[in-house]
């Protein structure tokens, strides 16, 4: 019944006798280290540890010998096996004595753990990403509550809020794309979304199909956000007549993205720097480590972002179009 239950099995099982020899394996074992029994059968179970823990694990199988339990092995300790070619990988092993034909023994049932070690390590990178862009995203909060000027608590209230949602737009948009990057033409229209319905009839959109960073994504649509907000309450699109004409383009070197307003009220330049301004100039610049010219013509304002195109674009796009 004993050799029945080891030898099918669904765990790789190995059974040691007192001196630590290899007393018998069973088919799983075989796969698991690709070894024949016989080349394991009557050798030192060290023979499947790596060579450079195998005076430590030797010190603990004597210690457990002393008085053997049922228990997990190295509970504390990350344990590592080797197969034939050299290979390693961790594995959980169950210790349990035993009596096999009046002999005292140790059956040891032992797990290949390592897509559970690929998740785990995989979880803990997440839970660090996570935790760097919550604090990101709270800096950006803070940031934007200290530099909203406004002359009533209501209205700071109202300000701050729309930009917030500016915030969490262009967040909704890099989760759906599981924070790698985004379309760049869907950062600007989800930016434009208050707008749709001027969309192509007074608002032109147009660019090559590019994606850009996480880090860019961000910073740009708070921009884009800051330009319509204004575009709605001052600029061409306060009036039925305004036109606006967003565009990027890239030659594989740089990255270059313009926001034009035109037949809008005249123009003049604001008598005091808020945080729009900042975000608009100095946010979006330093993000991309590129440059950005604000200017207030009187026949409508105009945005310019030019930067590296290796600080914004997703890797393979710059390559591919240098090439």
Same mark, same amino acid.
């Given at each position: 019944m004993f050799e029945k239950l080891y030898e099918y099995s669904p765990d790789a099982i190995v059974v040691v006798d007192e001196m630590g020899k290899i007393d018998r394996?069973?088919?799983?074992?075989?796969?698991?280290? %690709?070894?024949? =029994?016989? +080349? #394991?059968?009557?050798?030192?179970?060290? #023979?499947?540890?790596?060579?450079r823990l195998r005076d430590r694990h030797l010190a603990h199988r004597v210690n457990? #010998?002393?008085d053997p339990k049922t228990r997990p092995m190295g509970s504390d300790l990350q344990l590592m096996a080797q197969r034939a070619d050299g290979s390693e990988f961790p594995v959980d092993i169950m210790l349990s004595p035993i009596e096999i034909e009046q002999r005292r023994v140790v059956l040891a049932v032992? +797990?290949?753990?390592?897509?559970?070690?690929?998740?785990e390590e995989h979880l803990q990178l997440l839970m660090r990403e996570v935790n760097h862009r919550a604090k990101n995203i709270l800096s950006v909060v803070q940031a934007i509550a200290q530099r909203t000027l406004a002359s009533s608590s209501q209205d700071f209230i109202s300000r701050f809020s729309e930009r917030i949602r500016g915030l969490s737009v262009s967040n909704d948009l890099l989760v759906r794309n599981q924070w790698q990057n985004v379309p760049l033409a869907e950062l600007v229209r989800s930016q434009l979304a208050h707008f749709a319905d001027l969309l192509e009839s007074r608002i032109a959109v147009r660019g090559p199909d590019? +994606?850009?960073?996480?880090?860019?994504?961000?910073?740009?649509g708070m921009a884009l956000h800051e330009l319509a907000t204004n575009a709605g309450k001052y600029g061409s699109l306060s009036t039925n007549t305004? =036109?606006?004409?967003? %565009?990027?383009?890239?030659?594989?070197?740089?990255?270059? #993205?313009?926001?034009?307003? =035109?037949?809008?009220?005249?123009?003049s330049a604001p008598k005091r720097h808020g945080f729009g301004t900042i975000v608009m100039e100095a946010m979006a610049a330093r993000s991309v480590d590129g440059k950005v010219d604000l200017a207030y013509a009187p026949s409508g304002l105009t945005w310019r972002l030019t930067c590296p195109a290796a600080n914004a674009l997703e890797p393979s796009e710059h390559q591919q179009i240098s090439r």
């Amino acid at each position: 019944m004993f050799e029945k239950l080891y030898e099918y099995s669904p765990d790789a099982i190995v059974v040691v006798d007192e001196m630590g020899k290899i007393d018998r394996v069973n088919v799983q074992a075989e796969a698991l280290f %690709g070894l024949p =029994r016989e +080349r #394991m059968l009557g050798q030192s179970i060290e #023979m499947l540890v790596p060579e450079r823990l195998r005076d430590r694990h030797l010190a603990h199988r004597v210690n457990y #010998m002393k008085d053997p339990k049922t228990r997990p092995m190295g509970s504390d300790l990350q344990l590592m096996a080797q197969r034939a070619d050299g290979s390693e990988f961790p594995v959980d092993i169950m210790l349990s004595p035993i009596e096999i034909e009046q002999r005292r023994v140790v059956l040891a049932v032992v +797990r290949d753990i390592t897509e559970r070690k690929r998740a785990e390590e995989h979880l803990q990178l997440l839970m660090r990403e996570v935790n760097h862009r919550a604090k990101n995203i709270l800096s950006v909060v803070q940031a934007i509550a200290q530099r909203t000027l406004a002359s009533s608590s209501q209205d700071f209230i109202s300000r701050f809020s729309e930009r917030i949602r500016g915030l969490s737009v262009s967040n909704d948009l890099l989760v759906r794309n599981q924070w790698q990057n985004v379309p760049l033409a869907e950062l600007v229209r989800s930016q434009l979304a208050h707008f749709a319905d001027l969309l192509e009839s007074r608002i032109a959109v147009r660019g090559p199909d590019l +994606r850009i960073t996480a880090a860019a994504a961000q910073v740009i649509g708070m921009a884009l956000h800051e330009l319509a907000t204004n575009a709605g309450k001052y600029g061409s699109l306060s009036t039925n007549t305004g =036109r606006v004409d967003v %565009g990027w383009g890239s030659d594989g070197k740089s990255l270059t #993205m313009s926001w034009t307003e =035109r037949e809008g009220p005249p123009v003049s330049a604001p008598k005091r720097h808020g945080f729009g301004t900042i975000v608009m100039e100095a946010m979006a610049a330093r993000s991309v480590d590129g440059k950005v010219d604000l200017a207030y013509a009187p026949s409508g304002l105009t945005w310019r972002l030019t930067c590296p195109a290796a600080n914004a674009l997703e890797p393979s796009e710059h390559q591919q179009i240098s090439r």
